[in-house]
């Protein structure tokens, strides 16, 4: 059971992680009016980002506004409406640990994570791991096809907001309304957040095939039926299959393995043209979420028992070290079987 909820849309926020996607969501709330508080773990940047109003290090571009604060103290965070979790999945639950010690909560606040991943220990959506280590709180997930560079620029774009609470999803929707950027609502969560994690793993096939040279006939073939894999282990573990035909998860899905932006497509790229995960991972800042999203998917899927050839293959390209064209060979040669079923 959560706490009461205010149906006043909220009119302070904090939002936690400063990479680009962070950066770009607070800029977004305060330009929607609220007075926003800007959390990152790296003091000289977040002092940069103060004095400056740009994040030099990820998005050089957006100027943010004056009605944001950066800080890199998390004790020196005044209590808010909204919490916006920005950070790593694989720091998700040590940051929501740091915000229970840090004592900011008072029991009333929204918690969103605009996070897509998949807890590796735990197979738990971030929103369960947020709700975990927080509980007593309303919580919600933003998902879509979102590339920050774009939505910095002001360039049109759409997210689906959800949460179990019709209320907060239209709360939060009217706080992720601008005249640039439409947001949709929707009460399932699973769907959402299983959407957008698994996405990643096929933003990372596309790239090994364009890597490959393989054209477009193939990358269309390997998104669409990377699809049905998407369908098939989200329904399995409680999300419904129309979300997956969504914005967080077709839409996703074509955004992120078409766009010159996606970290996960530009790993498989690297990947395909000959580079090592090793080599890929040391020459980048940014953290591409379907590395790790890989490994926990596939755990998720033996699980499950859910058949999942494309993602088979990628997993042993991550993690096993097998050469991307081994990995095509096993996948065309495959038994064929009907489209359906």
Request: contains cysteine; neutral net charge; charged residues 15%.
């Amino acid at each position: 059971m959560t706490n009461s909820i205010n149906l006043t849309p909220p009119t302070t926020a904090i939002v936690l992680g400063a990479g680009s996607w962070g950066t770009t969501l607070a800029a977004l709330l305060a330009m929607r009016g609220l007075k926003v508080q800007f959390w990152g773990r790296d003091e000289a940047l977040m002092s940069e980002i103060q004095s400056t109003r740009h994040n030099q290090r990820y998005l050089p571009a957006l100027t943010l506004p004056e009605n944001l604060i950066a800080t890199h103290r998390l004790d020196a965070l005044q209590p808010a409406d909204l919490l916006v979790f920005v950070v790593p999945s694989k720091a998700m639950r040590h940051t929501a640990g740091l915000v229970k010690q840090a004592g900011i909560l008072r029991g009333n606040e929204i918690l969103l994570t605009c996070t897509k991943g998949i807890e590796l220990d735990t197979s738990q959506p971030m929103s369960e791991v947020i709700g975990g280590v927080l509980p007593g709180h309303a919580l919600a997930a933003l998902s879509g096809p979102n590339h920050a560079e774009e939505i910095a620029q002001r360039m049109p774009a759409a997210a689906v907001v959800a949460s179990a609470q019709g209320e907060v999803a239209l709360q939060l929707q009217s706080c992720f309304t601008l005249p640039s950027f439409r947001c949709y609502t929707s009460d399932d969560v699973l769907g959402v957040e299983w959407a957008g994690a698994l996405k990643n793993v096929y933003a990372i096939a596309a790239g090994i095939t364009r890597g490959l040279q393989l054209g477009d006939n193939a990358i269309a073939a390997l998104l669409t039926r990377g699809l049905a894999e998407m369908v098939r282990l989200g329904v399995s573990v409680g999300g419904r299959p129309e979300t997956f035909y969504g914005l967080s998860g077709v839409g996703d899905l074509m955004a992120t393995c078409y766009s010159e932006h996606s970290r996960n497509n530009r790993v498989g790229k690297l990947l395909g043209q000959g580079q090592s995960l090793a080599e890929i991972i040391a020459s980048t800042r940014m953290v591409a979420e379907g590395v790790p999203n890989t490994e926990s998917l596939w755990h998720c899927a033996q699980k499950h028992q859910v058949r999942m050839p494309i993602l088979d293959e990628i997993y042993q390209v991550l993690y096993h070290d097998k050469a991307p064209k081994d990995a095509l060979r096993e996948l065309l040669g495959r038994n064929p079987r009907p489209e359906v079923g």
